[in-house]
């Protein structure tokens, strides 16, 4: 994907950014790239292997949204458990909702599934951008992912890593989200023709590493006499962000029945929150109307809260020991490490309390 049209040809100083910044960065990134389960370094490619786009793809969906020190683990059992794509594919749902719980973003393990079977049906994944886009849960980003990195097609990656890398290399002023189309126009001026996918990561590595957020390592970063922010001495105020809305605060109950060793949990439906999760029955707080699941002696154990993408959360933690009959759920042994983050938050707490 080149050339956005968006904005003039850089001129000037911006003009030796395009020009120079692409050697220093591969020149950095061939002395210091990451180690990371799913990816093939330079040196390794220089030897002859090639990036697994099913390792390519797993990682990028599990890293939106989340960190690449919350993601190693993950990544290496999901890859121990389901070596290839195909293993995947054939996976039942609720092994791979569980294998998944705790990383959040549930719908990304639902899309996660879909698409490991369209690319089996397809014998494997396409190698171009248009091609990847074509799958069910495939968006611009994860696409130009793949394509650049395991199949070096020269599509631009942009991530919040590169956003910030260009921002401040270019001294783009312009306040995110608004600055998106401008800054990914940059990206592709610099996105190379040849080792694009190592390129991608060098940007990605770069921003990850020493152009952080706060307190930029300006001092050992491989382009910093290129960086027209640091020229102005506002490398750390880029990119500018508009005033996030505040976000609402809902409030709700969850139920934590216990019969000996057995817990009551419940399935919740694939759509929505927490789609196709074990979790524990709960009311009020994701637009449903539930009641408690039984009369018992419910005993109130505090308050946890959670804080998802477009609302924060405080519910009410209920705990029973009952041998009643549930109306909703089953009683089962449970896995706690099977349980998302909300739930298990709940979970923490009746164990701690009741002990």
Known sequence: MRDAGVGPEP??????????????????????????????GPMQKMAGERPDPYHVWLSEVMLQQTTVAAVRAYFERF???WPRVQDLAAAADEAVMAEWAGLGYYARARNLLKCA??????????????????????????????????FDEP???????????????????TPLP?????????????????????HAQAVMDLGATICTPR??????????SLCQARAQGIQAELPRKLAKAAKPTRHGTVWLARNGPLWLVETRPMKGLL???????????????????????????????HTFTHFHLILQVLSAETKANPQRGAFVPLDPDSLPTLMRKAYDLVRETVA
């Open 11 to 40: 001129v000037g100083p911006q003009r030796a950014v395009v020009e120079q910044a692409g050697p220093l960065l591969m020149d950095w990134y061939d002395r210091n790239a990451r180690i990371m389960p799913w990816r093939i």
């Open 79 to 81: 890859i121990a458990r």
């Open 117 to 150: 079977r369209a690319v089996a049906a397809l014998g494997g994944f396409p190698s171009t951008r248009e091609g990847l886009l074509a799958l069910p849960g495939i968006g611009p980003y994860t696409a130009s992912a793949v394509a650049s990195i395991a």
């Open 155 to 173: 599509a631009t990656v942009v991530d919040g890593n590169v956003e910030r890398v260009m921002a401040r290399l270019f001294a783009v002023e």
């Open 178 to 198: 608004k600055a998106k189309p401008e800054l990914t126009a940059l990206a592709e001026r610099l996105t190379p023709q040849l080792r694009p996918g190592d």
């Open 215 to 224: 307190s930029p390592a300006c001092g050992i970063c491989p382009v910093m």
């Open 275 to 305: 789609g196709g999760m074990i979790g524990f029955p709960g009311d009020a707080w994701d637009g449903s109307a539930g009641e408690a699941p039984m009369q018992a002696d419910w005993q109130n154990l505090g308050e946890v809260r």
